[in-house]
């Protein structure tokens, strides 16, 4: 029988996997991805106590989530493409300017 | 006994594939595994019988927002391989572990609590679609509203900032170009 905790342990291993992803990544475009991933874990750890509880409002959130991550994807993307246009390149090391 | 097939089947192709995510060194398989993984994570939702953000998820993220990044790689170098390396590979994932570690408990102790009630609960003759635009409508409409607005400020800013300077070229100099055309009418 497939209980909450599967579900809890799936959802912290994916994060754990974004935030591995997040320490790691020098390059801008792969830092997003991590971010997705992080997400995705999340939605899935709301949706499976929604029906834990037999509440609706895990569900809720997991939309409201899902919102503000395209948003997010919209104007990073546009972002990106602005710091490539200026920089010629994605990565952390070279785009940073502040000395310190 | 399928959905335990399932589960299990799922979450080792979910953690393989956004393992590959993280991992790889090429944007072009990064981007795939990560689109595979969403659609699998959709295959959660159903499982969970949240039949309507499976939908959602398989629309939202692996329709438009994988759309986007692929339409974004365009503009990227993304045949080349990335530098990834960290200084302390061992501390990074030691800090990930934890991580995991203080989600999981985050989330189960008000589960061991469990002296949270329902308050929007889940009727078993009416369909998951139904069930969530009743309560969408109703107790989170604000918040919908404002996730519209929201969408549409993200539009907007993202058509400005990826359109501005459209027309020059990201890996030709114009001006050599100009000058060429130049030298080759003279």
Redesign the interface.
Known sequence: ??G??????????????????V?????L??L???T??ML?AV???F???????????G??F???V??????????G??????L??KH?S??LDTIAEMKG | MYEQIAFYLFATLTVILFFITVMSKNVLYAMTSLAAGMVLISGFFFLLGADFLGVVQLIVYVGAVMALYAFAMMFFDATKDIKATHEKPLLVFFLGGMMALVFVVIFSAPVIGANIEAHYPIMEDVGNAQMVGMILFTKYLVPFELAAVMLLVAMIAGIILAGKKMDHSLTTNIEDVKEELLKGKK
Do not use: P, W
């Open positions: 029988m497939i909450v905790s599967h579900y809890l342990i799936l959802s912290g291993i994916l994060f754990s996997i974004g935030f591995i992803g320490l790691r990544r020098k390059n475009l792969m997003f991805f991590a997705e991933v995705n939605n899935i750890a949706t499976a106590i929604g029906k834990y509880y037999n509440d609706l409002g569900q809720m997991a939309f409201f899902i919102a503000v991550a395209a948003s997010e994807v919209a104007v993307l546009g972002l990106l493409i602005v490539f246009k010629g994605l990565d």
